[in-house]
């Protein structure tokens, strides 16, 4: 009996990890297919991300309130023109929510600080209040050089095996080490056809 519970217990677990699977392709596929019907630039700054999250009670597959925190490294950044010399920040976050080893409802404090000597600070949330995917944020800058800025965050798991691992039960997920992408576009010279 203890062996039918064992395999159904895996059995359990693949069918949740192929259901999330089957909804990473098809969200691709949508998002794919929404960047082709906007064929206009973004106007802003897109910059390159990387860091870690830590969460003070490790990520699990049961949705619970965590606080997290972390830091990360602005390097490259491009705007509709090309490449922007010099661009660099470090960057703190702090916040929490209610989060699993995929999902996330956190509230976020953003504090940039770019290599020019001023800062950025920013309110961050999941996408529609949530749950999103623990890499999807988006909000506004609050105070700084990029005021009234929208924020749009993408992060990418490093160890993507440590999310999995994490929803079969296996290994909880303590730090979230990440590479991805930040957003910042004024929402004044947002046109039709460009809106994230």
Known sequence: MNKLNDVAGVVKSVSRV????????????????????????????????????????????????????????????????????????????SGDGVANCSLQSFFLSQLVTWNDGQFDFATLEAPEGGPAPLGAYKGVVNVGKSEGDKVITVLFNDEPLQTLSCMLGIDPIGTYNFSGVQIFTDLESEEAGTEL
């Open 18 to 93: 192929c259901g999330f699977v089957a909804a990473c392709v098809g969200v691709s596929v949508f998002s794919v297919g929404s960047v082709q019907a906007q064929p206009q630039p973004v106007d802003g700054l897109v910059c390159t991300m990387s860091g870690s999250l830590s969460f003070e009670s490790p990520l699990t597959e049961e949705n619970a309130e965590r606080d997290v925190s972390g830091s990360a490294t602005i390097s490259t950044c491009v705007d509709k023109n090309g490449p922007v010399e010099g661009v660099e920040a470090e960057v703190l976050f």
